[in-house]
C-alpha cells in the first residue's frame, strides 16, 4: 500500500532510496524480470537477468535499497504455477540476504544459502546456511569454502532451479565492504558455481546484485565478466 501511495512508513522508511511513482514502477518491473528469468531458465537451462537481486526487501518492509524482493516473488510464482517443487538460492552478494532468508524460513523447499561478511549490515536472519566470514577475506579461503559449501548442499538437497546472486561488492576495492576478493577471484567463483549448475544439469537463473566499486568501470567489469563467463559455459546466446 505505501508503494501505491507513495508514503513513507516504518514499512518503507528504511530502503535508503527515494519514494517516487518511477521507482516503484521500477521494482515491479525487476520482480516481473525476475519471473521471466526463471521461466526462460526453466525453458532453456539458463537465464541471466540484469535488474535482480533486491534479497533485503521483507514481505512487510522495504530496506537496504530492496523494496520488492523479486527472488522470491519468482520462486513463488514458479511454484503456484506448478513449474518447480523446490528452489535453491546461492547468496554471493558481499550482504546476508535478510529478506530472502525470513521469507523461506520456514519453507523446507527452499533452500538459502548465503556467502557474506559477517561485521557488516544487515542485522542477520537465519539462512538455511550462512557463511559469514570475516574481514579481509581473499579469493583462496572465500573459494575454498564457497566450493566444500556448495558440495555438502548438493549431497542433500536436489533443486529444480538455482538462483545465483552475482554480487560484485566482495571485491576487493568495493566502498561498502571489507572483503578482499580480487577480479580474478570473483571469475573463478562465477566458473565454478555456473559450472557446477551445468553439471548438475538445473536450470540456473544469475542475478548481478550489488557493486558499489569506488571506480563505477570496476563494478561494470566484475559484472560483464558475470555474463561473459556464463554465455561462454553456456555455449550460446542466453535469455
Known sequence: ??????????????????????ITEAYKLFAGGTILAGQKALEKGMAIHLGGGFHHAFPSRGEGFCYINDVAVSIRRLKRDKLIEK????????????GTAFIFQEDRSVFTF????ENLYPVKEKSDLDIGLPDFTGDEEYLAK????????????????VYYLAGADPYEDDQLGQLKLTKAGLKKRDNWVISKCLEKKVPLVILLAGGYAFRVEDTVDIHCHTCRIATMLFGRPLP
Open 1 to 22: 500500500r505505501d508503494l501505491e501511495n507513495l508514503s513513507f512508513s516504518p514499512r518503507t522508511m528504511f530502503s535508503e532510496i527515494p519514494l517516487t511513482r518511477e
Open 87 to 98: 528452489a535453491l538460492i546461492v547468496d554471493c552478494d558481499l550482504h546476508q540476504g535478510n
Open 114 to 117: 548465503s556467502i557474506h561478511q
Open 146 to 161: 564457497l566450493s566444500s559449501t556448495l558440495l555438502q548442499i548438493w549431497q542433500n538437497f536436489e533443486p529444480d532451479v
